[in-house]
């Protein structure tokens, strides 16, 4: 009989808590048998269970060594490798079982779709975004599935390609504007990055002498993989299915965009003149230390760091104290359930936003470009 190394063990338990996100599986399954209220399941795990673990457990500010190899990361890495298959087992089984389930009722069926959008893009996606980053052929295909099962697959162009050149810059759209709310952001993102995505692709296509129209441009493989999805929609659960797997993939769009309108909104690189702005330091992200928020989304509150050192594993992401990233008051589901209500959000953010703006660049007298999405003056321009 096999006998684990202790080391491996040792290793096994540290990872365990970043497989939580597993704990969603019961829930789905559990709402499609019983209906009624257990259709919350899903939403209550994601939101309410980790804002409620986040204020008993409070804050993990421990660092990781950065040099720890990849094979003392494999149990981390695992999970985001056997995600995919899981999910996409889930939702097809939701979109065949659910459209004919006679106990259940119209509000029920949306209910349940409305919790695997959730599940899709509070971890989904956020396990793609891991996936996306890395250099090993698997990992970016997994990647490309978790968002082709959502019909975002265009995030991975606008996220790598556009995201982390030029965030805190107008020519970021994800970057939320200071004042901006929520629900006028998500629309006008929905717009601006796919363009930003394509313009992106195709102009790095153009520095080697090739059309955008080349199948070597990833959109072709993004199309093809939505299209599967979709026409695999429509084979095992009909038109209903259909409908509630584009249903599910608009929640789970609104879901990232939650969180991308939370991680960045007000924060803005310095401009040093004639369209050049600093580099990118972990000031320019907000960040939080809610340890059982970090570890259903696999450290993404870290967000600071992973701006700073984008390669980085989740595993190994760092966290800032104050005097070197601006913090969130509450994990993202807390901040991103106020992002709802712009009222509120203005005004528990709009002073962080201006403490800042006072603790890092005293300098600047002059905030109503940045607040515009404008590239301020240069120094002594008319």
Not at 46 to 71: F, K, M, P, R, V
Not at 313 to 322: G, T, V
Not at 335 to 364: C, D, G, H, S
């Amino acid at each position: 009989m096999a006998v684990i190394p202790p080391d491996q063990v040792a290793r096994l338990q540290n990872a365990l808590p970043f497989w939580l996100s597993l704990g969603t599986i019961p829930m789905a399954l559990l709402g499609m048998a019983w209906g009624g209220w257990a259709v919350l399941l899903m939403p209550l795990y994601t939101w309410g269970l980790y804002s409620i673990l986040d204020a008993l457990l409070g804050l993990n500010t421990d660092n990781a060594d950065t040099e720890t190899t990849e094979h003392d990361l494999y149990f981390y890495r695992l999970i985001t490798l056997v995600w995919f298959p899981v999910q996409f087992a889930v939702l097809l089984l939701m979109v065949w079982y659910v459209p004919q389930a006679g106990h259940l009722n119209i509000a029920e069926k949306l209910m349940l779709f409305f919790g695997m959008g959730v599940m899709s893009g509070t971890i989904g996606i956020v396990y793609a975004h891991e996936l996306m980053h890395q250099k090993d052929p698997l990992e970016r295909w997994l990647g490309d599935l978790l968002l082709a099962s959502v019909l975002y697959s265009h995030f991975r162009s606008e996220h790598l390609r556009v995201h982390h050149l030029y965030v805190g810059t107008p020519r970021d759209p994800v970057t939320a504007r200071y004042g901006e709310g929520f629900h006028r952001y998500f629309l006008r993102v929905l717009t601006d990055c796919p363009r930003s995505a394509w313009a992106a692709e195709a102009a790095m296509l153009a520095r080697k002498g090739l059309s955008p129209w080349t199948v070597q441009n990833p959109f072709f493989r993004y199309a093809v993989l939505q299209g599967a999805m979709l026409l695999l929609a429509l084979i095992i659960g009909g038109w209903a299915g259909l409908a509630l797997f584009v249903f599910q993939a608009f929640v789970a769009i609104w879901q990232l965009e939650l969180v991308n309108y939370v991680e960045h909104y007000g924060l803005t690189r310095q401009h040093l003149g004639e369209g050049h702005y600093e580099y990118v330091l972990p000031r320019h992200s907000w960040n939080a230390a809610h340890k059982a928020t970090n570890w259903l989304l696999i450290n993404l509150q870290r967000h600071s760091d992973h701006h700073y050192k984008p390669d980085r594993r989740f595993p190994l992401l760092q966290n800032y104290p104050a005097d070197q990233a601006p913090q969130l008051p509450y994990g993202y589901p807390v901040m991103t359930t106020m992002a709802l209500i712009p009222n509120v959000w203005r005004r528990v953010m709009n002073p962080r936003v201006k403490a800042w703006r006072a603790q890092f660049y005293p300098e600047v007298t002059d905030w109503l470009p940045y607040n515009k999405g404008r590239n301020p003056m240069p120094k002594g321009a008319p």
